[in-house]
């Protein structure tokens, strides 16, 4: 996925990247990534949790805007989401 996303960016696409892996992140380096504290398979959260889901949702779309080319690295911070 991360070097996917590296590809497509290269074309002027931005992209993030949900990673709840850090150590494949740290090799790969995409240009943008957010840190989930979910279990592998779960990078949206636990099932029938919709308003952490909207929260992860949300602060990934807010990196879309982050200056530069990378690579941007933040850790998931649900109490920060002033949604």
Sequence with gaps: MGLIAGAIEE???RTVCLSTFEPIMERVRPPRWLSLPFPMGFP????HEAGTQRRILRQALRMVEA???????????PERDPS
């Design 11 to 13: 074309r002027g696409i």
């Design 44 to 47: 949206l959260g636990l099932p």
């Design 67 to 77: 200056p530069g080319p990378g690579p941007v690295r933040v850790a998931f911070e």
